[in-house]
């Protein structure tokens, strides 16, 4: 977007296999933000399941600096990936950085914050489940997730993954105080 500076955007590519067996990646389709803003880094953080994108911008400030968003995409019949709303997080505040770090399966994303403050604390970090309709690229918070012995700086959400069988999610925090519990 012209004006626009360190917006981002993320790149879709899509396997191909040729009938001698060799594999190459082919440009598929660019996606951007449906709001660009000045320093949201989309695409600082990718993820892909299936018919399924999330790409968080963590520097997106729509309404506090480094609040951060995240945004979904899933495929028509024709293969093109289609962007659903930015979201953010009912309790953000300034310099979450919400979207740092995703995680996405099926229908369940897990999404970080490794800058949102923890009730009565300063930055602690917290992560958080979203879940669509099925079929759909309506999404929803249906859970936040904090350390409940952390403290400030900890940077709980860090890193997020989600195991598929048995369901579960993993948040990273890096900064906490070695052999805590």
Request: net charge neutral.
């Amino acid at each position: 977007v012209q004006g626009v500076i360190d917006a981002g955007s993320a790149y879709v590519f899509k396997r191909i296999v040729n009938k001698s067996g060799v594999i190459s990646w082919q440009f598929q389709q660019k996606l951007v933000a449906p709001q660009p803003r000045n320093r949201a880094f989309f695409g600082f953080a990718v993820a892909i399941d299936g018919d399924r994108i999330a790409v968080g911008a963590r520097g997106d400030s729509e309404f506090f600096s480094e609040q951060g968003s995240v945004v979904f995409f899933k495929s028509d019949r024709d293969g093109v990936f289609q962007g659903g709303a930015m979201l953010r997080p009912p309790d953000s505040g300034a310099f979450d950085t919400f979207a740092a770090f995703i995680d996405l399966v099926g229908d369940t994303a897990l999404v970080g914050a490794p800058g949102a403050a923890r009730v009565g604390t300063a930055a602690g970090g917290r992560a958080y489940l979203l879940n669509a309709a099925p079929n759909s690229n309506d999404w929803s918070f249906s859970q936040t997730l904090q350390d409940p012995t952390g403290v400030a700086g900890d940077g709980f959400g860090f890193s997020v993954a989600l195991g598929n069988t048995p369901r579960r999610a993993f948040v990273g925090t890096p900064f906490s105080a070695n052999g805590a519990t």
